[in-house]
């Protein structure tokens, strides 16, 4: 219970400042924050509850907008690619799923802003829309691969940590 506790409460430190502090666009914690509430709570309601608060008080302090359906729902697609993708936590693992889930933001997001009519409601202005988008997405996914390889670095390391507290050393070492 309390390692659960400490866990979110990272989470929501990293999540809310990582959005509302300055940062180049699309270079948040959050695809970092769902990946690792679904593999760290597993299927618990909270793995859910706990990037849609994040989502929740920095769209309230940032101001809301249109795409909220959209990027929620990217998020929680996070949630759910972290519990059934990341059981194994390795480095690798990390890396593909991350990059998987700024593809999956990516593409969910865009086609948000394409259905509010910014581009027309034409397969031109649907590539136009992702076209447009593209500058922006290597920084997403470089905030995905920053924010996770920190999360799963912190785990990694009290993880080891623990694990020599509790094995006694051997007295022919």
């Not at 390692?3 to 959050?30: C, D, E, K």
């Not at 690619?81 to 936590?89: F, N, T």
């Not at 027309?120 to 202005?125: H, N, Q």
Request: net charge positive; charged share 10%; glycine share 12%.
């Amino acid at each position: 219970m309390r390692n659960t506790v400490l866990v979110v409460s990272l989470l929501f430190l990293l999540g809310i400042a990582g959005r509302l502090l300055p940062h180049p666009p699309n270079f948040t914690p959050m695809e970092a924050v769902a990946l690792f509430s679904g593999a760290w709570l597993g299927g618990r309601i909270g793995a859910f509850l706990v990037p849609i608060a994040i989502l929740g008080i920095t769209d309230w302090v940032l101001g809301w907008h249109g795409l909220w359906p959209f990027t929620w729902g990217a998020t929680l697609i996070g949630v759910v690619l972290g519990r059934y993708l990341l059981s194994k936590r390795r480095l690798l693992s990390v890396l593909g799923v991350s990059l998987l889930q700024a593809c999956i933001f990516f593409g969910v997001t865009n086609f948000g802003v394409w259905l509010q009519g910014y581009y027309g409601y034409t397969w031109t202005g649907l590539w136009a829309c992702y076209t447009a988008a593209i500058p922006f997405f290597h920084y997403q996914v470089f905030g995905a691969w920053t924010y996770g390889l920190v999360l799963w670095g912190i785990e990694w390391a009290v993880r080891r940590r623990v694990q020599a507290a509790v094995v006694p050393s051997s007295p022919h070492a």
